[in-house]
């Protein structure tokens, strides 16, 4: 059973940074992806950005330029490094992790952007 706990979430300023990680335990076997997906209340939950086990990567429109995902496979670890940070990222992010047909989510990371 694959477990995913996800840390670094807090409180920024606008136009801060944050560094969000989720580290993944159990049995992990490539090929495999690895995402951060957000919810903010009232609304649906949606694709940041993922990396798959051979490095190819997807972001959505809202953070692309401003967001980086990361992996260290070694440690089974995704990073996700948030710059420039709006009002409206302000969210519950999820790590989340594909793998051979299952879908593992963690339990989230509050991310609070406000002045």
């Known amino acids: 059973q694959v477990q995913l706990v996800e840390s670094g979430g807090g409180l920024v300023q606008p136009g801060g940074s944050l560094r969000l990680s989720c580290a993944a335990s159990g049995t992990i076997f490539s090929p495999n992806t690895m995402g951060w997906y957000r919810q903010a209340p009232g609304k649906q939950r949606e694709l940041v950005a993922t990396?798959?086990?051979?490095?190819?990567?997807t972001y959505s429109g809202a953070v692309t330029g401003r967001f980086t995902i990361s992996r260290d496979n070694a440690k089974n670890t995704v990073f996700l490094q948030m710059n420039s940070l709006k009002p409206d990222d302000a969210a519950v992010y999820y790590c989340?992790?594909?793998?051979?047909?299952?879908?593992?989510w963690g339990q989230g990371t509050q991310v609070t952007v406000s002045s």
């Open positions: 989340r992790l594909l793998m051979g047909g299952q879908d593992n």
């Open positions: 990396r798959s086990s051979s490095a190819s990567t």
